[in-house]
């Protein structure tokens, strides 16, 4: 473990998340990240500015209070927007050219649980050694602020942050093309993005069915939304439409359905999109990224012409740090996030179902068709919780069995174990071009790890 992943105690793969008011997202934690995160972003004698917005989750209006509280005590202002997607704040922290942005939600998770995400400046998520220096910055909650005076912000509400988002989304769709005539299901999955969507793609001419968007504070991903995409393939089979569009509860990413109401994931839209941009040389290296859960498919699909996938670690701030290390612009993950690095800092739901359905109105070609483009392999994966997360290196019965397995594969298959980084849980995932096969295999490697784990 580096120095600075032992720095990061409260911070993991996505934020700080957790079960709401319970630690670590307790009001007393969000006081404390509110005024270390001012702190952090205080530039000069110039008052520092944070945008906060958050899901629908009934503890979001605590962790609000105590995170504006924190931030004003530090002598910085606030700009509330309210229940906003993740790319919205993104997108409205650099547009308003505030210090930074800070987004309350849990993303896909239960509405018992609740997040902290803090964007930069620039729109991007924060690096490591930021995220380790802002915990240090929490575990000193005397720190004085400058001046010889209480030296407090103040907080103001912004009105006008849902129709920036809603312009933004509509230029990135081409002007030469229009939705007129073209039957859309969107599941807003009562989360944040149930006034913004339907917004967009009413205003451009989508004959459009909407469906969970009356949010209570409880049914966030409620049996709705990307996690339960059967939900709008059900109402896109009822309603003949040309498309489903599932968003999870922050709207940061999608799952598609075509017009059979078939399931179209990150790898497929990423393929669809991919080879487009390959055609056209727009993508420099010749490269998407993904993660190591990408499906082969998405790999050999690229391969075929001459583009190449390249693997992050798992999670959409990974993904995007490759992608700004090598130059990249496009990329994504197999659970929805789809990056378009020249228009949007983070995965965005709305944006990459608005240019699925671009290709779809300029090729004049069902969704069925274009997401044949790729083979899906068979792939299992297995999700079980662990009361510990030993390092695999040390865990010498699962190596072997691991070795053994890949071997067996060859080089039509891959084996992937991995703990969780937001749950107490491992995960192995395993693909080959046989599911009986595969599934005996991974239910063999999770014995094994179980046992290994229970010692």
């Known amino acids: 473990m580096s120095k600075t992943d032992e720095a990061r105690r409260l911070f993991g793969t996505d934020g700080i998340r957790g079960v709401a008011n319970q630690y670590p997202m307790t009001a007393e934690i969000a006081l404390a990240l509110g005024r ?14 944070v945008v906060i917005g958050k899901d629908t989750r009934l503890s979001g209006y605590m962790l609000e209070s105590a995170l504006e509280a924190g931030i004003v005590s530090a002598g910085a202002d606030v700009m509330l927007v309210g229940p906003m997607p993740t790319p ?9 050219r505030a210090d930074a942005g800070v987004v309350i939600s849990a993303s896909h998770n239960p509405y018992q649980d609740n997040g902290i995400k803090i964007f930069a400046s620039d729109g ?14 929490m575990g000193d909650p005397e720190a004085p602020t400058p001046g010889p005076e209480p030296n407090i912000g103040k907080a103001i509400r ?8 809603v312009q933004f989304l509509k230029h990135t769709f081409p002007k030469t093309r229009t939705l007129d005539g073209v039957r859309v299901v969107v599941d807003c999955a009562n989360g944040a993005a149930y006034r913004v969507a339907p917004q967009v793609f009413t205003e451009l001419g989508a004959d459009l ?7 209570n504070g409880r049914n966030i991903n409620d049996g709705c939304g990307a996690l339960h995409p059967e939900k709008v393939a059900a109402e896109v089979r009822r309603t003949r439409a040309a ?5 999870d509860g922050d709207a940061d990413r999608v799952i598609l359905t075509d017009e059979r109401g078939e399931i179209v994931d990150g790898d497929q839209i990423m393929a669809i999109l991919g080879t487009r941009l390959l055609a056209r040389q727009a993508l420099p290296g010749n490269t998407v990224v993904a993660t190591v859960m990408s499906n082969l498919g998405l790999e050999r699909v690229l391969a075929a012409r001459n583009g190449t996938l390249l693997r992050a670690a798992v999670g959409d701030r990974y993904v995007v740090e490759a992608m700004r290390d090598k130059g990249f612009v496009f990329g994504g993950e197999q659970s929805g996030h789809i990056i378009f690095l020249e228009e ?7 944006l990459a179902a608005l240019q699925v359905l671009s290709v779809m109105v300029q090729e004049e070609r069902p969704l069925s068709e274009l997401a044949a483009i790729m083979t899906r392999y068979p792939q299992v994966l297995i999700n079980f919780a662990v009361a510990r997360k030993t390092p695999l290196q040390e865990l010498s019965t699962v190596a072997a069995v691991i070795g053994r397995v890949e071997k067996a594969l060859g080089q039509d298959g891959r084996v992937l174990v991995r703990y969780s980084g937001t749950e107490s849980k491992a995960r192995v995932m395993i693909e080959g071009t046989d599911e009986h096969t595969i599934r005996g295999y991974a239910e063999e490697i999770v014995a094994t790890m179980q046992k290994a784990l229970a010692q």
């Open 124 to 137: 991007f998520k924060l690096p490591d050694e930021v995220e380790a220096d802002i915990e240090r910055r």
């Open 209 to 215: 069915t909407v469906l969970s968007a009356e949010p």
């Open 158 to 165: 912004i009105d006008d942050g849902e129709g920036r988002y």
């Open 243 to 247: 498309i489903g569009i599932a968003l």
């Open 344 to 350: 949007a800092t983070t995965g965005d739901g709305l």
């Open 88 to 96: 919205a704040i993104a997108f409205i922290t650099s547009s308003m």
């Open 36 to 49: 270390a995160v001012a702190e952090r972003f205080r530039r000069g004698g110039r008052r520092c500015r």
